[in-house]
């Protein structure tokens, strides 16, 4: 048994059950019998089934083995490759074992071919999907959406081809499991949409829905009961690329200088009843970021005020605590949306896996960042994807030092900025002028690893065993970047999977989708893997 230490390291971070399924496996391996209760042993010994002696499947497990390798993959690649083929090449070359099915979305990040505008790759049809439209890619079932106005949401892209249904027994043959993966994307001319969207300080309606309207919530509940009784699926995750007020208001994003910052929400009727329960005056929040808008505007046209811009926005937030209330009641009502899933989902099968992914500007702005808590997570989450691109990282981190350096943070030059934030969140990369074409390293990736590792066990270790979520780091492979600026290569995957895994991550999703990876960039993260 000289082999245990090593093996109880490994351990260490396991829940008793997965450390008394581990222990079982182990003595099984060493043809020993076990005194653990039957629950607590694994499938292959339940069931009055022998204990196998010392069998191929057993005496080669390997600590890793029980590390989760997902991908992330839409309708359209079965549609256009076949599902065997598609299956058995993420089997054979990278060892997939989940599959993170895009089963919900109207954009083109998870879902669909490769963006019109960037190459396509080695694989798949060749030929863009310029007629792409989303929705719904497995089957609704009108039964679950009686309490939402959102009920037409059939993808029509691919007929009657019900991703889920077709994807499951095939993915169960092969050992894999299958993940529902939706997100918080909607198309303006779906039916029944209008009422729900957000209202902007211009009052406007925005894009976005607002999570404290009813028929919101209502909706994503209508979708996750729908996949959960209709489906025997092992997990779901669901994502929102979306920030309050204030960040957008700062322009605190990849993007964000094009962000106007009168058109921040949302200030709809359902907020507004929201903050009046909470005690904040809703036409005190208007004028405040009001006031922030026009501070926004002087500092992007370059007006300095006397007392400097960082000093200007701080008296705002001192003079109207309305600003960061508000904030905090949007992020609340994203929140809802986290805990109303989780909570669903326990209730119709507890053993279903729940988590989320974590939006990428986690990874660029110090604002957004100090509202995503991971020990907070630890509430309504079996799992986080933590998004940590490091290729196309490089030029986003880019475009949001942009515009924080011409908001709050204008007193700094742009390159002064860059440097206050690697400060702040923990970085060590390129110097601005090349971090558009260098991305960033892998060793962002080890760092955001441990961090998120370390935030979701927490202070408290002595229950840290039993409540430690899985940290899955969300991975880069061919996500498109513009012109000139890094695009993935081999080397790139392998070092962001090693350090992955090396700074401790439970496993690791290959993101975005599969329709735009290229095979050598795939293959890549299966020589990591295995190495
Ligand atoms: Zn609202």
Redesign the pocket.
Known sequence: MRCLPAIFIHMSNLSRREFAQEFTKLLAAAGLATGLPLNAQPASLQSGAQAPALGPSVSKRLPGDDRMVGIQVGAVSFVDEGITPVLERFAREVGINTLFLATYSYGRGIAGRQVPGQPLPDHGKQEYDTDYHGGNFARTHEQYYAHTPLKKIQAPDYGDFDVIAAIIPEAKSRGMKTFCWYEDSFRRDLEGLEPLL??TLSGKRASTA????PGVQAFWQALTEDYLRSYPIDGIMWGSERQGPFGNALGASAGGARHDPLEI????????S?AKSRGIDPQRAREAYTKLAALVRDSRSGTRPADGYFVSYWRLLVQYPEILAWEKL?ND?QKNAYKNIYHLAKSIRPETAVGWHIWHNNSFSPFYRAEQDYKEFRDYSDFLKVVMYNNCGGPRLASCIDSLSHSIFADLSPDATLDLIYKNLNYKESKLSDLPHSGLSADYVDRETRRALAGVQGADKKDSADKAIKIWPGIDIDIPTGDNEKKTQPEDVRQAVRAALNAGAHGVILSRKYSEMRLANLRAAGEALRA
């Open positions: 957000e209202v607002c999570f404290h309207n929400s949302c200030f709809c009727r359902f907020c507004e929201e949007w009502g």
